[in-house]
């Protein structure tokens, strides 16, 4: 297979594969969060708990993506993280209409600048994004903006009433949830922030997700750094056990899971990896 008269190298095909799921990921998104009325995302009593806050919030996240995917491709990965951030409050002001047309520009100019890199080593290029604990690589940042998806929807459908929208994993393919939970695991150790208490002893777990679109990944921690990997091999201090839409619910502070063994990645899960 070629690409504009040369051979299609991997990371390439990576980016492919990105384009395509990232693609059904968004579009997704845009298909079931459109039976919202106006009144439903600015309902509640909790103005920063609203649909339209959540919203808000994911549209940031986007539109700060696109000047963080250039500033990586141009060589000053971290130019942008100086800048004043965006206030919610102020972005929730807008129509949701209008916010959910802001979302679709700001996914067309990434996959734009993403479509258009061609050099061997591109996904290996140094990145960040406001909230990682160290830098990562062009590879972190879409697999951070992907994943902004399904947790943000998660939350949107948490608080805008009924009837309820289905769940993210509802009716997705098996391969699909799989995809996420690795590039999910993957970013993980970037997002690391040591426990209180732990004293950077090493701690390990597990995370055993059942059923179609399950796997088995490892993360363990030492002092401020954690890594991760595909399988347990190497054995772990806890390991929680769940199902990829459970697994989901935990992310986003909407259901609990269970553990056994002694980990404090285990007992300290959200405080140690903040995914919101």
């Excluded at 990145?127 to 604990?133: E, I, L, R, S, T």
């Excluded at 972190?140 to 994943?147: A, E, S, T």
């Excluded at 799989?178 to 597990?206: A, H, I």
């Excluded at 921690?221 to 399988?231: F, H, I, Q, V, Y």
Aim: proline residues 7%; hydrophobic residues 40%.
């Amino acid at each position: 297979m070629r690409v504009m008269g040369r051979e299609t190298t991997a990371e390439k095909r990576e980016v492919e594969l990105f384009d395509s799921v990232y693609g059904r990921a968004v579009s997704r998104f845009l298909q079931r969060v459109d039976i919202l009325t106006a009144e439903r995302w600015r309902a509640g009593k909790d103005e920063d708990a609203r649909p339209i806050r959540h919203l808000g919030r994911l549209l940031i996240a986007q539109e700060t993506g696109v000047g963080l995917i250039r500033a990586s491709v141009a060589g000053d990965p971290f130019g942008p993280l100086t800048k004043q951030p965006v206030s919610v409050p102020d972005v929730a002001k807008s129509e949701p209409s209008d916010l959910l047309e802001a979302l679709r520009a700001a996914v067309a100019a990434q996959l734009e600048l993403v479509r258009g890199l061609e050099d061997d080593g591109l996904l290996r290029r140094p990145a960040g994004v406001p909230g990682w604990q160290r830098p990562g690589t062009l590879r972190h940042l879409l697999d951070h903006l992907y994943i902004q998806f399904p947790l943000h929807y998660q939350q949107i459908r948490a608080v805008s009433g009924k009837p309820r929208l289905p769940h993210w994993f509802e009716d997705w393919m098996p391969e699909s949830s799989n995809d996420f939970y690795n590039r999910l695991f993957r970013l993980l150790p970037l997002l690391y922030t040591p426990v209180e208490g732990s004293d950077g002893k090493p701690s390990s777990v597990c995370i055993e997700l059942t059923q179609p679109g399950g796997g088995r990944w490892r993360l363990a921690a030492e002092g401020t750094r954690a890594t991760s990997e595909l399988d347990c091999e190497a054995g772990a201090g806890a390991t929680i056990k769940s199902r990829p839409l459970k697994f989901l619910d935990f992310l986003t502070g909407q259901g609990k899971v269970s553990s056994s063994g002694r980990s404090d990645l285990a007992r300290n899960f959200h405080k140690a990896f903040p995914l919101i």
